[in-house]
């Protein structure tokens, strides 16, 4: 039905329930009137409950004028409901106002306005799921892949997934039994965490999603600082993505669960082998916290910045680049100087031609906010 069918003037009632309204004397208009107003305002209250949504207030009929000015007769109060009906469906499924629809298409289109919802998995809105998708266009099914502070698991999984795309839940036998080609390829995860609880959720949560054999076979989680990166036992396979997700460990039970946080010197230290490690088209990620520890987030965009600074064709080279880090805060050069150890190191150790690709992806507006900071190595 649509509010055309009404265009006549006929009231669209059918016959006998106008029959019943207009030969009983007690029931004149102005009591149906109000008799409607009530039954539908109750039908679109229940209405918009069952759709999860508080339209109440759209339903308020004192409050508009659509039906304020009409005629307070019965036909009108029913065009009200139509056109309210069809509103409130219209506002939560994105469907043609003229149409009340089945309700399993009603669902369905419910589900579509919460798809457009999952915006917050947009890389172009977080950091998170950026890096995931830089993660996912670096990784190569024979890598090693390293997240050096695995907290709860979360970025684990997600590189789980990446990595093992077919093991998820798939414990089989033919998931258990060798493998010749799986082996000969060598991926492994490595989850790295300072803190016992980290360590134990990590472990949970990948056991719960992953095969035995993949779990088993090629999946270290390591209770340990990840300052020393290269002391950490590893495969053969070339390491392709070396992740961070800087700060502390979010729910924590007791007051003083921000111990655990990330520290500048560590941070610097392990990002440093970090570069050592990866290979050509590897990718270091690190998720930067300005607002809980700005000095390391200081630190890690001078030191990313500077390998890309290693070929500039600059007068001074990467070493004018160094030079011409400020004195934050009157630190007494203390940034410049952790960079400039760190840098020679990289130089000292690292491959002759090696470059680099930084980028520091910044929320503009939000100085506070998680600043995700990448390099690839790509010679
Ligand atoms: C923000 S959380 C990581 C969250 C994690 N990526 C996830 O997906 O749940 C930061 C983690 O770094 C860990 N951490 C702090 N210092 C560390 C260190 N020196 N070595 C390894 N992990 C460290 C903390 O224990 C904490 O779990």
Not at 54 to 64: A, P, R
Not at 67 to 85: E, F, G
Not at 194 to 208: D, E, F, G, M, V
Request: charged share 25%.
């Amino acid at each position: 039905m649509t509010s055309n069918d009404n265009s006549d003037g006929d009231s669209t009632i059918s016959n006998k329930g106008r029959q019943s309204a207009s030969t009983s004397s007690t029931w004149d208009n102005k009591s149906l009137v109000g008799l409607l107003e009530k039954t539908t305002s109750r039908a679109m209250s229940t209405l918009s409950s069952t759709i999860n949504t508080d339209f109440t207030k759209d339903f308020d009929t004192t409050k508009d004028s659509d039906v304020t000015t009409k005629d307070p007769t019965v036909q009108n109060v029913m065009d009200a409901a139509i056109i309210r009906s069809s509103s409130i469906l219209d506002k939560d499924n994105d469907v043609n106002s003229n149409d009340i629809e089945p309700r399993e298409q009603q669902s369905k289109h419910k589900k579509q306005h919460q798809d457009k919802r999952t915006y917050l998995g947009n890389p172009s809105v977080t950091p998170t799921a950026l890096a995931h998708s830089l993660w996912r266009s670096t990784i190569l099914p024979s890598d090693t892949v390293i997240d050096a502070t695995c907290g709860n698991g979360k970025d684990c999984l997600a590189l789980s997934r990446m990595l093992f795309p077919d093991s998820i839940n798939a414990d089989t036998e033919e998931d258990i039994a060798d493998d010749d080609d799986t082996k000969a390829s060598k991926p492994q995860l490595i989850g790295i965490d300072i803190q016992p609880r980290a360590i134990q959720n990590t472990r949970q949560s990948l056991l719960s999603s992953l095969s035995s054999d993949i779990y088993y076979n090629h999946i270290s989680i390591l209770e340990q600082s990840h300052e020393h990166l290269m002391d950490v036992p590893r495969d053969k396979s070339s390491v392709g993505l070396v992740c961070y997700n800087l700060g502390y460990l979010p729910g924590g039970v007791t007051d003083n669960y921000k111990e655990c946080q990330t520290q500048t010197e560590t941070t610097l230290n392990s990002i440093t082998e970090a570069s050592l490690l990866l290979r050509v088209g590897g990718l270091l990620s690190i998720m930067t916290y300005p607002g809980s520890n700005l000095e390391e987030s200081i630190v890690v965009e001078h030191f990313i910045e500077g390998l890309a600074m290693l070929t500039t064709r600059g007068q001074d080279g990467w070493r004018g680049y160094l030079e011409s880090i400020p004195n934050y805060n009157d630190d007494n050069g203390r940034v410049r100087m952790l960079v400039t150890h760190a840098l020679e190191r990289v130089v000292a150790e690292g491959m002759k031609k090696q470059t680099w690709r930084s980028f520091s992806h910044k929320p503009l507006g939000r100085p506070l906010s998680p600043v995700l900071v990448t390099v690839m190595r790509i010679k």
